[in-house]
């Protein structure tokens, strides 16, 4: 199994503020990393795949980048419905999450 | 527009067997370029891939090490539709469990997700 890093664990923002978060393969997985989204009582929702593309329907204040082993996501400018949490997958073997990063409000 | 719809029992004992189906509309469960996936989250364990299967001139399936001795995912073509199974629970199999598809054109990510299901195990 390829363990799967996320960076922070928490994370407290503005409304209006960038964010990143970043997330850490055990060895490298190509651009094979999708980022989703996750409320509360709810399936996690797929923002993006293969390491940079923006899902149908996603908002442009999206954005993932890196390849082999360091990734980050960011989004550029928060909004209330983004206060959620975020976990990385990786599908270069057989799939595998990062635990979390809970993003609240400050 | 691809949905999932999952049923099943919300309560198990310990030492039964979980069983879990995720129907499928909207797209066949022997697509050439889909995975259908089982996965679990509980605060424990964060969220947990558990395994799929697929068919690519055949069916394939792959398990997660850590279920790999109690997992059983079968697709069912007269239905489209496919099952997990679960041996042997315990109560560390307690969690949210989710259907979901992984699309071979977005590098296996897992664009469509059931609505999960709670399973507790408990006697």
């Known amino acids: 199994d390829i363990q799967m890093t996320q960076s922070p664990s928490s994370l407290s923002a503005s409304v209006g503020d960038r964010v990143t978060i970043t997330c850490r393969a055990g060895q490298s997985i190509a651009i094979y990393l999708n980022w989703y989204q996750q409320k509360p009582g709810k399936a996690p929702k797929l923002l993006i795949y293969?390491?940079?593309s923006l899902q149908s329907g996603v908002p442009s204040r999206f954005s993932g980048s890196g390849s082999g082993t360091d990734f980050t996501l960011t989004i550029s400018s928060l909004q209330p419905e983004d206060f959620a949490a975020y976990y990385c997958q990786q599908t270069y073997s057989t799939p595998s999450f990062g635990q979390g990063t809970k993003l609240e409000i400050k | 527009q691809v949905q999932l719809q999952q049923s099943g029992p919300g309560l198990v004992k310990p030492s039964q067997t979980l069983s879990l189906t995720c129907a499928i509309s909207?797209?066949?469960?022997?697509?050439?370029?889909?995975?259908w996936n089982w996965i679990r989250q509980s605060p424990s364990r964060g969220l947990e891939w558990l395994g799929r299967?697929?068919?690519?001139?055949?069916?394939?399936?792959d398990y997660a090490v850590s279920v790999k001795s109690r997992i059983t995912i079968n697709p069912d073509t007269s239905k489209n539709q496919f099952s997990l199974q679960l041996n042997s629970v315990t109560p560390e199999d307690t969690a949210m469990y989710f259907c979901?598809?992984?699309?071979?054109?977005?590098?296996?990510?897992?664009?469509?997700w059931g609505q999960g299901t709670m399973i507790t195990v408990s006697s």
């Open positions: 979901a598809s992984g699309d071979g054109a977005l590098g296996h990510a897992f664009d469509i």
């Open positions: 299967t697929y068919y690519r001139s055949k069916w394939h399936n």
């Open positions: 909207g797209d066949s469960v022997s697509s050439s370029g889909a995975a």
């Open positions: 293969a390491a940079s």
